[in-house]
């Protein structure tokens, strides 16, 4: 039972949109910044959004992240096959002092 | 450009002790103020983060693992690594270190991943 929850999965037709949403509570992701990471099959995560809504060198600015309250968001536009992919999020929890990650989604491009 | 290698035995027996080795190439472990992070995953499951050492030695581990993990940095030899004591088949998983730029204050997230090693507990 992951601290952070995400949708098992999500799909969407090349070039369209698709969102992914990561739940948590005050003492996460109400308190603190959410990263996102990509895990393609059989690879080693990648970070896509740090900060919650920042892109670090090399990462397209199709994907996006937001924070509302204790629910951040994952938004990639124009999907490609390539972007099918695991995606997490993760953030520090203070009342665990813990890093906490979500479950996952895995991501279908239809 | 930074580059990490986690190194180790890939079987481990039942009741030992997991240890592994991350290797920093391409910049220096204290270079500046990082935190060096483990993290796991299971076959077919999602990440679990194990902890983190902070470039002065300092750690935080993940509350259901804390009594069975020890993180220690060796910044001669520019690497850091991790001991888990006691494992049992559910320690089975692939391993990755990484690299979190956050500080106490300020989460980040982790910026620079190994390969990730896979290690076996069966006897």
């Known amino acids: 039972q992951s601290v952070l929850t995400q949708p098992p999965s999500v799909s969407a037709a090349p070039r369209q949109k698709v969102t992914i949403s990561c739940s948590g509570s005050s003492s996460n992701i109400g308190n603190n910044f959410v990263s996102w990471y990509q895990q393609l099959p059989g690879t080693a995560p990648k970070l896509l959004i740090y900060?919650?809504?920042n892109r670090p060198s090399g990462i397209p600015d199709r994907f996006s992240g937001s924070k509302s309250g204790t629910s951040a968001t994952l938004a990639i536009t124009g999907l490609q096959t390539g972007d099918e992919a695991d995606y997490y999020c993760g953030t520090w929890d203070s009342r665990l002092s813990a890093e906490v990650f979500g479950g996952g989604t895995k991501l279908t491009v239809l | 450009q930074v580059q990490l290698q986690e190194s180790g035995p890939g079987l481990v027996k039942p009741s030992q002790t997991l240890s592994l080795t991350c290797s920093v190439s391409?910049?220096?472990?204290?270079?500046?103020?990082?935190?060096w992070s483990w993290i796991r995953q299971p076959a077919g499951k999602g990440l679990e983060w194990i902890g983190r050492i902070y470039t002065s030695g300092s750690t935080n581990y993940n509350p259901s693992l804390q009594s069975r993990v020890t993180m220690s940095i060796d910044k001669s030899e520019n690497q850091f690594s991790l001991k888990l004591s006691s494992v049992t088949a559910a320690d089975t998983a692939v391993y990755y270190c990484a690299r979190d730029p956050s500080s106490y204050f300020h989460y980040y997230g982790m910026d620079v991943w190994g390969q990730g090693t896979t290690v076996t507990v069966s006897s």
């Open positions: 900060e919650t809504n």
């Open positions: 391409g910049g220096s472990i204290s270079s500046r103020p990082y935190f």
